[in-house]
């Protein structure tokens, strides 16, 4: 049976509309799922929901499973009482087209603090209820969570190797101890991944009503500065005071010349299989729970991961290493069933990647902005495309597309024109055209290439670590008449 042939937007939604900093799943979001309906889409695709880590990048995450306190709506917050007009007043300084995450994360938590406390205080049976259920079903991974994180708030800038070793070794009576001292603010932390969980369900159900399904994000790799690296670090490859012996990356390729060096902890995959792969299917159940259909990055490292040493500065000296392989999803198919999981296949895939792939029947990836170096058998050119697949102009590692046809080599460009049969005036209409004419049965753009912006709007630049993450569309960009053209394009391409 042929997959049906769906179009979405890649938006996260920190990019969101907002007068407080940073999108979040407040009105704006709402407004988008109706731009969305209007433009025929029936995808969201978002990146990892998760708190961010070093340089605010959302896949270097304290935890694998909790969410982004930054995503909250404090208006909701004011809704039920908890905080008042006057704290919903933004900064003066706040920018509409940027996320400064240094003004907008400690302006957010005071008022997330304040919220937990008056929560804390005043909370009616009702909520009390519902909060202690959700602390209740959520015990699993959120009591580790919410500890790991009042310790870290109580030693700022510390790597959880350097807390007292018996906090680090996660002695019983440090713990207990830990508890009771750091009491709020665990509750703290409690506090908001209830608000967080509760309004994306609210969000999505909302999507989901009007035909838009979520598209998220899971990252292959965990942050060392995690929850569940200092929980479980005999699931991770790190010496006895918890260091990374070895690191995650990938070697030189499209997006650097010394590869690129992730530095999060490699999974120690022989005990990961000791006790059946308990801890994935627990992170994939969990991923499944935020959305309809997760992408999982950096899908080769399934089959083949390249492994440095934690003293390389960069990623040229690395070695290939054996993943997990057909026994890690065939533990997740068993448990889970049949999953609809996009495999992000993107760079050096070799066939054992391929094979992997095809075994469990998850779609690749393809990128339009790959496709014309000069060859006809590319196969990102939409005459080679499959229908096992999902079609982007770019990702968020790309430049946008406008970006991209400004700084792209002559041979391209030339190729690009007489393959598209366009003079390239206007360069992101045509890919999202190529794109939703593909046979892939999944086409996704990015919604800078829909707004004609150009790189000023990139997401991330792979190997930068700082100045990325931070681009945020602005209310005025989201027009009738983009949808109208959208919705057409879908329509005639049986995207409907």
């Known amino acids: 049976m042929k997959p049906d042939r769906a179009a979405g937007i ?3 939604p920190t990019c969101l509309p907002g007068a407080r900093g940073a999108g979040d799943f407040g009105a704006a979001a709402y407004r988008f799922v109706d731009w969305l309906a209007s433009a025929g889409q029936s995808r969201w695709q978002v ?4 708190p961010t880590g070093l340089g605010n990048s959302p896949y270097m995450s304290p935890s694998a499973f909790a969410g982004n306190l930054l995503l909250i709506d404090l208006e909701e917050l004011a809704q039920r009482g908890w905080l008042d007009a006057g704290e919903l007043q933004p900064d003066p300084a706040f920018d509409a087209q940027r996320v400064d995450f240094e003004r907008v994360i400690p302006w957010r938590t005071s008022r997330l603090v304040r919220a937990a406390r008056r929560f804390a205080a005043d909370a009616k049976g009702a909520d009390r209820d519902t909060f202690d259920a959700f602390c209740r079903r959520h015990a699993a991974w959120l009591d580790d969570y919410a500890l790991f994180m009042a310790i870290a708030d109580s030693r700022p800038g510390c790597s959880w190797c350097d807390w007292s070793a018996d906090l680090a070794r996660r002695d019983a009576a440090a713990l207990r101890e830990a508890r009771a001292e750091l009491a709020g603010r665990i509750a703290f932390h409690a506090f908001c991944q209830w608000r967080f969980f509760e309004q994306w369900q609210r969000l999505k159900a909302y999507a989901n009503d009007r035909g838009i399904r979520i598209v998220g994000d899971l990252p292959i790799f965990v942050a060392h500065q995690s929850a569940e690296v200092w929980a479980r670090p005999d699931l991770f ?44 299917i627990a992170r994939i159940r969990h991923a499944f729970e935020l959305a309809d259909i997760v992408r999982i990055d950096h899908f080769r490292g ?21 993943g997990p392989g057909a026994a890690l999803f065939d533990a997740i198919a068993q448990a889970l069933g049949p999953l609809p999981i996009i495999a992000e296949d993107l760079g050096l895939i070799t066939p054992d990647v391929v094979a992997l792939r095809k075994r469990f029947g998850l779609p690749g990836m393809l990128v339009l902005q790959f496709a014309f170096d000069g060859t006809s058998d590319n196969p990102y050119l939409p005459h080679n495309h499959r229908a096992d697949a999902v079609v982007y102009t770019g990702t968020h590692d790309n430049d946008t597309t406008a970006g991209w046809w400004q700084q792209a080599a002559a041979g391209s460009r030339a190729q690009a024109c007489a393959y598209l049969d366009t003079d390239g005036a206007q360069m992101p209409w045509t890919l999202i055209r190529a794109a939703l004419a593909s046979v892939a049965a999944t086409a996704i753009v990015p919604l800078q290439d829909v707004l004609g912006l150009g790189a000023e709007a990139r997401m991330n630049l792979p190997g930068q670590p700082d100045g990325n993450w931070t681009w945020r569309c602005e209310e005025a960009q989201l027009k009738a008449g983009q949808a109208k053209q959208l919705a057409e394009l879908v329509r005639l391409y049986g995207r409907a």
């Open 10 to 12: 890649l938006l996260h």
């Open 47 to 50: 990146l990892p929901l998760g």
């Open 237 to 280: 490859e790190v010496d006895e005071r918890g260091e990374p012996s070895v690191v995650a990356g990938v070697p030189p390729d499209y997006f650097s010349a010394t590869g690129q060096r992730w530095g999060n902890p490699l999974y120690r995959w022989a005990a990961h299989a000791a006790e059946g792969y308990a801890w994935w």
């Open 302 to 322: 399934f089959a083949q991961y390249w492994e440095i040493a934690a003293t390389e500065p960069t990623a040229v000296n690395g070695r290939w290493r054996p």
